[in-house]
């Protein structure tokens, strides 16, 4: 009954979209997966990234096809003209942006979802308890409480808007979901520091309240959010009549790594009655390092936290994940009874809550099996050795830089991330980024801080090693010098005493 068919010509249909030959498919899908494992196993091979060529470019931009096209040439076509051109965040010497290096163990995982093809918005089914218990995993991690509840979205971006409604909801009522915001909404106003993504302005503007009603809050020498300033500009808005319902405290600015003072952000909030929202797109999984984790000290108080696992979880794009202090709430912000969503007490649609009721989407895919296959496979221990590494060699970068008379640290190393620049003007800088970047040496990025352009290094691939930060600095040095002719910016000194 369960055997494997292998006829080549067994049960296919007039209709069907299946192979007419399995073996012929099941040998050219073997192939597809060595190649896959081969460029993970030969990355660094290969140029960390590439230019795309015009002619490649202009090789996939085709009429739409109306006719069938054999697996094998397309597979060829992906091979030549999409594969060599990516991103390159597998490679260890990818630095620029806070992107995870997956594993080849969520790759095969998100293969065996690919199979199962399931829907998670609901009804029951074991992919959904998958869901479930790294909701359970998490809300243990973090000391939330039973009835906390959690689901997976495709990013931080995503959950910090799903936080920003809950939040709504939680100050409006839920019958703000039928009559809008109205009055009282125009008045409610939400905190975040200058250093805070910009997905949380952005989060504000797509939930109704738009931009300005964000205070931005200065930040202190380490970059963390001002508490002092926080609390005054509340009370200033409570005192000209508005109604403060939300802050959001960082943890892992997404320039410099910094982590707010999140047990005096939580306090606060719990004294004025105001939503704590934790935005820890990466640093919040530093709750998996017992040496990290310390820093964290205070995010139990959240009542709520966005993160990516295929950030420093290094779990395959995209693992985004909202974890909720109070499931009721959460289910009150998206749950919409609608007939053909009825539960039942038995067969296919038993069970609640749905992940339906808990976010936007009610067509889901299986993001929980690759984080489940990679929680499970390595370990918490294993991968917060890992996170704890990549920290190590923020600070073997920072080393460096601060031993080179031509590199100059532009911020502190909080985390993972190292902002630098070569000593010369922001043009020169903004050259040796995308001179790197072109070459395939490495792939840094580039930010401002404080009015000057900085080379970002963001540590977060697993396979990074010390003698990748010696060829970022290497390649640093060495365009350096060819966009400068060897001369430097030396800081002239202070003039003497009169």
Known sequence: MNEIIRNPQAGVSNGSLDPQDWNEFRALAHRMLDDAIDGIANV????????????????????????????????REFSEHVAPYATGNIHPCFMGWVHGGGTAVGMVAEMLAAGLNANLGGRDHMPIEVERQIVEWMRGLFGFPKGASGIFVTG????????????????????????????????????????????ISRAMDIAGFGTDALRKIDVDADHRIDVAALRAQIAVDRESGFRPFLVTASAGTVDIGAIDDLRAVGELCR??????????????????????????????????????????????????????????????????????????????????VWPCDLGPDLSRG?????????LKTFGIDRLGAVIARSCALARYLETRVLAEP???????????????????????????????QESGIAAPSGTTLDGRFAIRAAIVNHRTAETDIDALVSAVLEFGVKRTGGLVEVEAPPLATQ
């Not at 470019?57 to 009429?63: K, N, S, Y």
């Open 406 to 436: 031509r590199l100059e640290l532009l911020a502190p190393v909080n985390l993972n991330i190292v902002c630098f620049r070569y000593r010369a003007g922001d043009a020169v800088n903004r050259e040796i980024v995308a001179d790197i």
């Open 44 to 75: 660094r091979a290969r140029p960390v990234w590439r230019p795309i060529p015009d002619e490649v470019r202009a090789a996939i931009r085709t009429d739409v096809p109306h006719e069938a096209t054999d697996l094998a040439e397309v597979y």
């Open 156 to 199: 931080t971006s995503m959950a910090n808007l799903m936080a920003v409604l809950v939040a709504r909801t939680s100050a409006l009522g839920a019958l703000a979901r039928q009559h809008g915001l109205g009055t009282d909404g125009a008045l409610l106003t939400a905190y975040a520091s200058r250093a805070a993504h910009g997905c």
């Open 366 to 374: 299986f993001r929980a099996l690759k984080t489940w296959f990679t």
């Open 271 to 352: 004294e004025e009655g105001i939503w704590f929202h934790v935005d820890g797109a990466f640093g919040a999984l530093a709750i998996f390092s017992p040496e990290l984790a310390p820093l964290l000290d205070g995010i139990a108080l959240a009542d709520s936290i966005a993160l990516d696992f295929h950030k420093w979880g290094q779990v395959p794009y995209d693992a985004g994940f909202l974890l909720v202090r109070d499931g009721e709430r959460h289910r009150e912000a998206f749950a919409q009874p609608a007939a053909y969503l009825s539960r039942e007490a038995r067969g296919l649609a038993a069970g609640t």
